[in-house]
């Protein structure tokens, strides 16, 4: 059974940085692809950034293109976001999420299309 862990969430001012970290276990980490989803107050749960199996392919919502990255490390069975430039409105929980992939090389950017989840991890920008 994958489980998945997020950490590196907490308060920051606008401008500031944090690295979000997500730890896979129960599977083979390669054979998924993975997500970074956000939920802010009052509102739904929305695509941040993906990426696929080997990392060579990434996707990011228009609002955080040129300050959040996504990588992954398959040695290590880990994803990561680096945000940057932090903005109010980046104020959200963050979940990782992981989708089972069967040949294929793409990412993925809706929510049912993701079968594991984490927990969250809270993310407050502060102006």
């Known amino acids: 059974q994958v489980q998945l862990l997020e950490s590196g969430g907490g308060a920051v001012k606008a401008g500031g940085s944090l690295r979000l970290s997500c730890a896979f276990s129960?599977?083979?980490?390669?054979?998924?692809?993975m997500g970074w989803f956000r939920q802010a107050p009052g509102k739904e749960r929305d695509i941040g950034a993906a990426i696929n199996w080997d990392g060579e392919k990434t996707y990011y919502i228009e609002s955080v293109k040129g300050r959040f990255t996504i990588s992954r490390d398959n040695d290590e069975n880990m994803v990561y976001l680096q945000m940057n430039s932090l903005k109010p409105e980046d104020t959200a929980v963050y979940y990782c999420a992981a989708r089972m992939i069967y040949n294929s090389d793409t990412y993925y950017l809706n929510e049912y299309e993701y079968t594991d989840w984490g927990r969250g991890t809270q993310v407050t920008v502060s102006s």
């Open positions: 129960g599977g083979t980490f390669n054979n998924y692809a």
